[in-house]
């Protein structure tokens, strides 16, 4: 049974998928993400911040608390990663103008920077070329869409066209 999730669900990554949390955050998902981090805490944070847990981990699934509240990832790649949610929780895999864009570094929802406050940040070249910037006020990371956002935008068209094809078992 597919459960529809919004960009309103959060989401808790464990330590086995960093790929995938980064890939969540730029798709606009709240996506809590710690490198070391005990199970005990991950269980806290799962039922208290009310997240799904994403995980590799089998035995952290068998836990009572996360009982109805965990999708356990099958593939060790971030490309059937994504299929797997996606068919399975139904999120989507685009990226619009509607999208509430989030720091892939630390989860922050980023902000529009002007571009005279950019541009002595961002190598000449960007700063010729870009109009449109935001920015992280947490963390204070600055992004634009330079030629990597185009292949990326290629990579989600292609994982949501195949998101109903079946995901090879591990």
């Known amino acids: 049974m597919i459960q529809a999730h919004t960009p309103k669900q959060k989401f808790f990554v464990d330590t086995m998928l960093g790929k995938l949390a980064r890939w969540l955050r730029i798709l606009g998902y709240d996506t809590a993400y710690e490198r070391d981090i ?39 790649f971030v490309t059937d990663q994504l299929r797997q949610i996606r068919t399975e929780l139904g999120i989507g895999l685009a990226v619009d103008e509607e999208t509430v864009c989030r720091c892939v570094a630390c989860n922050h929802i980023l902000e529009n920077i002007p571009p005279a406050q950019a541009r002595p940040r961002v190598p000449p070249f960007v700063a010729k070329q870009q109009t449109h910037f935001t920015g992280c006020p947490h963390c204070d990371h600055l992004y634009w869409a330079g030629t990597h956002w185009s292949h990326l935008q290629q990579q989600l068209k292609l994982l949501s066209q195949a998101a109903t094809n079946p995901i090879p078992d591990q």
Do not use: P
Not at 47 to 69: C, F, I, P, Q, S
């Open 38 to 76: 005990a199970d005990g805490a991950i269980v806290d944070r799962v039922v208290n911040e009310h997240r799904w847990l994403l995980t590799r981990d089998r035995y952290l699934v068998k836990r009572k608390a996360v009982r109805g509240r965990f999708t356990l990832i099958r593939s060790d």
